[in-house]
Nanobody, 117 residues
């Protein structure tokens, strides 16, 4: 059994910074890519950022403000969020995949980020 555990979510003010962490536990597996997604109230889950062994990618809405980093081999990933805006309020989910394409294999339970104006 593989578990992804996110941490770092909290209530902050607009303009503040926050760092989310995600680590895997349980059965060992080899990640090919890990990502962050978020889901705001009443909205569908959306892509935020992804890291693989060779590349990074971001949603347009967070480019220049968020930075994804981590150690894919250890299935650990971080999301540095700067200049937070109220529209960044959401539950943030970590995901990992054993392949470069298709659906993510494992998901965390999420961590709440609330940005007040």
């Amino acid at each position: 059994q593989v578990q992804l555990v996110e941490s770092g979510g909290q209530l902050v003010q607009a303009g503040d910074s926050l760092r989310l962490s995600c680590a895997a536990s349980g059965r060992a597996f080899s990640s090919q890519r890990m990502g962050w997604f978020r889901q705001a109230p009443g909205k569908e889950r959306e892509f935020v950022a992804r890291i693989s062994r060779s590349s990074l990618s971001y949603a347009d809405s967070v480019k220049g403000r968020f930075t994804i980093s981590g150690d894919i081999a250890k299935s650990t990933v971080y999301l540095q969020m700067n200049n937070l805006k109220p529209e960044d309020t959401a539950v943030y989910y970590c995901a990992a995949s054993t392949s470069m394409w298709g659906a993510y294999t494992y998901w965390g339970q999420g961590t709440q980020v609330t940005v007040s104006s």
